[in-house]
């Protein structure tokens, strides 16, 4: 089990990685503006509105619109402008790491170990916020799990077993991890790693599941403690030409 120390230093580094994209005096006039618009609640005027505000030329707003654009924090269209979306560190740590992956493929697997540390370390935390909407929840997703894998032929359930994952730790309401853990399935999803998988490699994973499932229904959170340690076991190291092939 990680102690406290352990999930302080992984919190830091994520931190830091974050500090480092949103250093203030990095971003541009027009990130600025936007990053103060959202943080007051206040609308994004028109291209010319910021032109004429920053006293940059159109061109340069449309250029410097590109990276925010990019990163998911706003939308711009013809008629409705500039518009802000809910900020979210998913889709720049997935644009990030995808290329990252494209460079060097053997990030998914310290990527996957930053994933596998943090959801071990914040275990009992999340299992003692589930409520029985939750709970609900899960019990819904393994049993969808169990009837795709006994399928002929079988289907892989993947949406169900990035759910199981995202919905333990969801009340724990901390952005920067649902991003980190969000960003793992995405990686995941795209490296195909799953559909190499045969009937029996998914019928045990998804037997911890269960195991995890009854801790939690039974609030006996060292049991699933135990599934959850022994599940991420399962996950079988792909070599680095493996690896390669998923991300080019």
């Known amino acids: 089990m990680l102690d406290r120390f ?5 919190n830091v580094q994520v931190i830091n990685i974050i500090n480092q994209i949103n250093m203030v005096n990095e971003l541009s006039p027009v990130l600025k503006y936007i990053a103060d618009a959202t943080r007051q609640d206040k609308p994004v005027p028109s291209i010319s509105e910021l032109s004429a505000q920053l006293g940059i030329s159109k061109a340069s707003v449309r250029e ?11 939308e711009v269209r013809t008629r409705t402008g ?3 979306q ?3 560190l998913t889709r720049p740590l ?12 053997e990030l998914f697997q310290e990527y996957a170990s930053l994933r596998r540390k943090l959801e071990i370390a914040y275990w009992y935390e999340a299992c003692a916020l589930l409520e029985k909407s939750h709970i609900q929840e899960l019990q819904n997703l393994e049993e969808s799990a169990n009837w795709k894998i006994n399928q002929r032929p079988v ?4 949406t169900e077993h990035r759910r199981f994952h995202l919905t ?5 309401n901390n952005r920067v991890l649902n991003s980190v853990l969000e960003t793992y399935w995405d990686l995941y999803e795209a490296s195909q790693i799953n559909y190499y ?4 490699y998914l019928e045990s994973v998804w037997s911890y599941h269960r195991q995890m499932l009854d801790s939690i229904e039974s609030r006996a959170y060292e049991k699933g403690y135990e599934a959850l340690v022994t599940h991420f076991d399962l996950m079988k190291t792909f070599k680095k030409a493996d690896l390669r092939q998923r991300f080019e």
Do not use: A, W
């Open 86 to 88: 809910d900020f979210s």
């Open 197 to 200: 998988r045969d009937h029996e």
């Open 155 to 158: 289907v892989i359930p993947t």
């Open 94 to 105: 997935t644009l990030s790491m995808t290329y990252g992956l494209r460079v060097n493929p």
């Open 64 to 74: 410097q619109l590109e990276v925010p654009k990019q990163l998911g924090f706003v």
């Open 6 to 10: 352990e999930v302080c230093v992984y």
């Open 82 to 84: 500039i518009q802000k």
């Open 168 to 172: 333990i730790y969801q009340p724990l």
